[in-house]
């Protein structure tokens, strides 16, 4: 982090403060209440804070269209003009197809191909944004080989902005599952699909996904040279993943990628926790939503045998119809057990939404706020976003990109939007990057307990590098409390320079 140059940052932007905060927290919220509503000044102050993490991103969903452009040329694909997108060679000039070398010659194609791959210059005031950001992700591909090239430019951007740990969502295994799925059948029985689909059959889809992890991690840290000589900030990012399952297939397949999910996470701790993804109005995820719920609450016991964060409720009442959003957050946690909820943006449509916020308040059920998404696909910004009814209702909340690619955001700018939309002062800055740690699927114990720290650490200072016997004792045995501690002497770094 650089030191120098926000002190300048400060000096020039608080012309006119009052007297000196006694208490580095107090000091940097004088300092964040003194550039209020200047926005460059609050963007070098969101890009520099720590954030804690990243607890909700898709892949492929985050990586931005110029690199797959790149990887294109690279690879020897093709670039078509109808509809923008990447496909295979060998090129077809009939349909316009350019050869990837060719993409970055034709300055048209090249930024269609952006527009096409993203939210940008989208017209909203003649198009549906849900429709086209959904399209997106038929259009870009990337060889498999790739991957490590995505997850490099994940945990270099994260690093980059101060951030150090992030669950990324992976199609992990959904191929080789589906297939299982599809030789099942479906029955409503679900102790009955159980032996259709035994764990002992997804051994081999088990076997493949970890052995994807091994080589997208090997070339990530070729690629940021890790362990060498100027390595990349990129390595010092903690990757987990999330084992990503599809929404949109039949149930019988869902119900088999749910058993891998399990398998995958329990054979290797780098998977910390499934997800059910893809657009959640669609007709069969709509259909089968319940059933959805019920497997993951069979197969994952109730969210005891592994993590669950669910999408749900991303959806208003005229995307649907109202009954279809009456119900999605309450049924993922509790009837499917999940821990954390992907943007629950329709919760104030939701039958009961009070009794849903209290349970998710008493439960410690959080919920992951993707700003520029819920505005992109539902159109929800500002006061039309649910921010306030979770807030008050005492729910976790946590900041997240969703696809920092399509939407062309990264996680400072979503922590700019909020602090804009909403208000934020720098102690409800500081919670949400701290809840993105106390949230995560890491394993151990947490280092906050209801607002204050665990007992074996009270007595020392939070995020000191050498802390007393008995906390490092404790820290030892929790790799939760350790990204936490980590996290402490970054804020207290940041809160320093003010
Ligand atoms: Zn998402």
Redesign the pocket.
């Known amino acids: 982090m650089k030191t120098a140059a926000l002190p300048l940052i400060a000096l020039l932007a608080t012309g006119c403060a009052g007297p000196i905060a006694a208490s580095p927290e107090a000091r940097t919220t004088q300092y964040l209440a003194s550039i209020r509503g200047r926005t460059a000044f609050e963007t070098v102050f969101v890009r520099e804070m720590p954030k804690g993490g990243e607890l ?3 892949l492929s ?1 985050a990586v931005y269209a110029e690199s797959y452009l790149r990887w294109a040329a690279e690879d020897g694909l093709c670039a078509r003009r109808s509809p923008p997108s990447i496909v295979d060679p060998p090129c077809d000039p009939a349909r316009g197809d350019v050869s990837g070398a060719a993409i970055a010659l034709d300055v048209p194609l090249y930024r269609a191909l952006v527009d096409g791959f993203s939210m940008r210059n989208f017209p909203y005031a003649t198009g549906s944004g849900h429709d086209h950001f959904f399209d997106t992700f038929e259009r870009f591909d990337a060889r498999r080989e790739r991957y490590g090239d995505m997850l490099a430019e994940v945990v270099s951007r994260l690093a980059r902005q101060n951030t150090r740990y992030v669950e990324v ?1 992976q199609s992990l295994g959904v191929g080789g599952a589906n297939r299982l799925g599809r030789e099942a059948g479906w029955s409503d029985d679900l102790a009955v699909m159980s032996t259709r689909v035994p764990e002992s059959a997804v051994a081999a889809v088990v076997a493949d996904a970890r052995q994807r992890m091994d080589a997208q991690e090997a070339r990530m840290r070729a690629l940021l040279r890790c362990g060498q000589a100027g390595e990349d900030p990129g390595c010092g990012v903690t990757l987990r993943y999330l084992v990503q399952m599809i929404r949109t297939v039949p149930r019988e397949e869902v119900f088999a990628q749910a058993v891998a999910a399990v398998a995958i996470i329990e054979a290797d701790p780098r998977a910390v926790g499934l ?1 059910l ?1 893809a657009p959640e109005d669609d007709p069969v995820a709509v259909r089968d939503y319940r059933d959805h719920m019920r497997v993951i609450d069979h197969v994952t016991r109730h969210g005891t045998r592994v993590n669950v964060a669910l ?1 749900a409720g ?1 959806l208003t009442p005229s995307l649907v119809t109202p009954e279809v959003a009456s119900d999605h957050v309450r049924l993922a946690v509790e009837l499917a057990g999940a821990r954390r909820i ?2 629950g943006t329709d919760i104030a449509w939701e039958h009961d939404a009070r009794g849903t916020l209290a349970m998710m308040a008493s439960r410690g059920v959080a919920v992951e706020h ?1 700003l520029r ?1 819920a505005d992109a696909i539902l159109g929800l910004r500002g006061a039309e976003h649910p921010w306030g009814l979770y807030r008050e209702a005492g729910v976790a909340q946590v900041l ?1 990109t ?2 920092e690619g399509v939407s062309r955001t990264d996680l400072s700018r979503e922590y700019l939007l909020a602090l804009q939309s909403f208000g934020l002062g720098w102690t409800e800055l500081k919670t949400l990057a701290r809840n993105a740690l106390s949230h995560s699927f890491l394993p151990g114990a947490t280092l906050w307990e209801r607002g204050s720290i665990n007992a074996a650490c009270r007595s020392e200072v939070p995020g000191a590098e050498r802390p007393g016997e008995g906390c490092a004792r404790w820290l030892a045995g929790s790799e939760r409390a350790r990204e936490q501690w980590r996290l402490e002497a970054s804020l207290r770094r940041f809160e320093a320079m003010w």
């Open positions: 909700h991103t898709h969903g969502m997800n993804v999408h991303e992907g943007h993707c998404s997240c969703d696809d």
